[in-house]
């Protein structure tokens, strides 16, 4: 038996790149999407020149952690992930001596010191994970123990959203049309099957009042029959409100998804209303799942390999929702290719995933690799080659940093309440409960 000659999987580089992506005005509880949002590509080098990538959120304060720990990191093997972590939490102990901020407000759940240093790190463990797939000629689900699926069903995301950004903001043009109304939602889910063959529909609510998001949700469900539905308005509601809604659609829908925000209010809604109720802000990190989960407060986890800590971490989570008979499937952020092949890799691996998993990526008309993934029949085929199975494009991948070099107007931290306000100027970010 001859063996090959072993590779060295030192790390001897690490490169980081943010960009700004496009991303259309789609319409949440805060306001707007901006017309390009950040991200940050992490390149991982090991001493025999493999390269691994990783993708992960690209504010300011994420990079402002990912850059001393990216310093850290040559030395170390691409397969010590465990190590990945007390090396984050170095880092971060670090930087608040310094006085550095630890903490961002938005859409992404309660943003705690916590969550922002696991979101750095998804990225650099997915980019070592690519590489050792890469070096061993494994695909990284085979890192992980192993597909279980050959194919991953992803949902629509549904957004209300203007055609276009407010006239004179520089922007990319799309032909998805605008969707403020029932049949402007019932038009974009039919555009969204006929191009991907999605079988469910998510529509992102909180955007306008609960009535007129009851009606829409009718409305696809008549469209629609049989196709399962979910509607999120990222804890905009009220319990009571929650409780009303909860009655006028619980027969409609597969999930309702944070109707309100916190565990107390998710358990009344989920006891009083017997809607199975699914989450991505209640419980978000593993501390929050003992109290949540034996209130019964969430009955569907939406991991997102980013902010619980990368892929094995959302392997765990699976296993600690399983023990608990709460159902598992994935919430998404605007993301590129390289998070949609992380997505679908883990996901291949989970037992149990009956629900189907989010993804924003059909809005992204750009992207850093050189062959977008594709969605067939509404799922995306687990990639079986070594790594990620993505190629890094490095002429998308510069232009897209250089429009971030160039970046004067505040687009390199996401804020969908001032992009809002350059639409009405009088807009601020509405208290929750809204409705
Ligand atoms: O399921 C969710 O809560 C999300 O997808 C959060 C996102 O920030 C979404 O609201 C968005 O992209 O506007
Ligand atoms: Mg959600």
């Given at each position: 038996?001859?063996?090959?000659?072993?590779?060295?999987?030192?790390?001897?580089?690490?490169?980081?790149?943010?960009?700004?992506?496009?991303?259309?005005?789609?319409?949440?509880?805060?306001?707007?999407?901006?017309?390009?949002?950040?991200?940050?590509?992490?390149?991982?080098?090991?001493?025999?020149?493999?390269?691994?990538?990783?993708?992960?959120?690209?504010?300011?304060?994420?990079?402002?952690?990912?850059?001393?720990?990216?310093?850290?990191?040559?030395?170390?093997?691409?397969?010590?992930?465990?190590?990945?972590?007390?090396?984050?939490?170095?880092?971060?102990?670090?930087?608040?001596?310094?006085?550095?901020?630890?903490?961002?407000?938005?859409?992404?759940?309660?943003?705690?010191?916590?969550?922002?240093?696991?979101?750095?790190?998804?990225?650099?463990?997915?980019?070592?994970?690519?590489?050792?797939?890469?070096?061993?000629?494994?695909?990284?689900?085979?890192?992980?123990?192993?597909?279980?699926?050959?194919?991953?069903?992803?949902?629509?995301?549904?957004?209300?959203?203007?055609?276009?950004?407010?006239?004179?903001?520089?922007?990319?043009?799309?032909?998805?049309?605008?969707?403020?109304?029932?049949?402007?939602?019932?038009?974009?889910?039919?555009?969204?099957?006929?191009?991907?063959?999605?079988?469910?529909?998510?529509?992102?609510?909180?955007?306008?009042?609960?009535?007129?998001?009851?009606?829409?949700?009718?409305?696809?469900?008549?469209?629609?029959?049989?196709?399962?539905?979910?509607?999120?308005?990222?804890?905009?509601?009220?319990?009571?409100?929650?409780?009303?809604?909860?009655?006028?659609?619980?027969?409609?829908?597969?999930?309702?998804?944070?109707?309100?925000?916190?565990?107390?209010?998710?358990?009344?809604?989920?006891?009083?209303?017997?809607?199975?109720?699914?989450?991505?802000?209640?419980?978000?990190?593993?501390?929050?799942?003992?109290?949540?989960?034996?209130?019964?407060?969430?009955?569907?986890?939406?991991?997102?390999?980013?902010?619980?800590?990368?892929?094995r971490n959302t392997r765990e989570l699976a296993a600690v929702c399983r023990a608990f008979g709460v159902g598992v499937s994935m919430h998404s952020n605007t993301?590129?290719?390289?998070?949609?092949?992380?997505?679908?890799?883990?996901?291949?691996?989970?037992?149990?995933?009956?629900?189907?998993?989010?993804?924003?990526?059909?809005?992204?008309?750009?992207?850093?690799?050189?062959?977008?993934?594709?969605?067939?029949?509404g799922t995306v085929a687990v990639p079986d080659g070594p790594g990620l199975g993505v190629t890094l494009d490095r002429d998308r991948l510069g232009a897209l940093?250089?429009?971030?070099?160039?970046?004067?107007?505040?687009?390199?931290?996401?804020?969908?309440?001032?992009?809002?306000?350059?639409?009405?100027?009088?807009?601020?970010?509405?208290?929750?409960?809204?409705?």
């Amino acid at each position: 038996m001859t063996t090959g000659t072993p590779h060295d999987l030192t790390i001897a580089e690490v490169r980081l790149t943010p960009i700004l992506v496009s991303d259309p005005p789609l319409l949440n509880t805060q306001g707007v999407h901006q017309p390009y949002t950040p991200r940050l590509i992490v390149e991982v080098v090991t001493a025999d020149g493999i390269t691994g990538v990783g993708e992960t959120y690209g504010d300011t304060q994420y990079l402002e952690l990912a850059r001393p720990f990216a310093e850290r990191l040559p030395g170390r093997r691409v397969t010590d992930l465990g190590g990945l972590f007390a090396l984050a939490d170095e880092v971060a102990v670090d930087r608040s001596r310094a006085g550095g901020r630890l903490d961002v407000g938005g859409l992404r759940g309660v943003q705690t010191a916590d969550k922002l240093r696991l979101s750095v790190v998804s990225g650099f463990e997915v980019a070592c994970l690519d590489a050792t797939g890469k070096a061993l000629g494994l695909p990284v689900h085979a890192l992980l123990g192993g597909k279980v699926r050959d194919a991953v069903e992803y949902s629509a995301y549904l957004f209300y959203r203007w055609a276009d950004h407010p006239e004179g903001v520089a922007s990319e043009k799309d032909d998805w049309g605008a969707a403020l109304d029932p049949a402007g939602v019932v038009a974009q889910a039919r555009a969204f099957k006929e191009r991907y063959g999605f079988r469910s529909f998510k529509l992102k609510g909180g955007v306008f009042p609960p009535e007129e998001e009851i009606a829409a949700v009718h409305a696809l469900a008549e469209a629609f029959p049989g196709h399962p539905l979910r509607l999120d308005p990222n804890g905009a509601w009220s319990v009571e409100t929650s409780l009303k809604v909860a009655g006028e659609l619980g027969d409609v829908l597969e999930y309702l998804e944070d109707p309100a925000l916190g565990t107390p209010a998710m358990a009344r809604i989920a006891e009083e209303s017997g809607v199975p109720l699914a989450t991505n802000m209640c419980v978000t990190t593993f501390a929050e799942i003992q109290e949540a989960f034996t209130r019964g407060a969430v009955q569907v986890l939406l991991s997102d390999h980013h902010y619980w800590g990368g892929l094995r971490n959302t392997r765990e989570l699976a296993a600690v929702c399983r023990a608990f008979g709460v159902g598992v499937s994935m919430h998404s952020n605007t993301h590129l290719g390289i998070s949609l092949a992380a997505m679908t890799h883990v996901a291949s691996t989970v037992p149990g995933l009956h629900h189907a998993c989010d993804t924003h990526y059909p809005w992204q008309s750009e992207d850093v690799i050189t062959e977008r993934l594709v969605f067939r029949d509404g799922t995306v085929a687990v990639p079986d080659g070594p790594g990620l199975g993505v190629t890094l494009d490095r002429d998308r991948l510069g232009a897209l940093h250089e429009r971030w070099l160039a970046d004067d107007g505040g687009l390199r931290d996401r804020d969908d309440a001032a992009a809002m306000r350059v639409a009405d100027p009088g807009w601020t970010t509405p208290t929750v409960p809204r409705w």
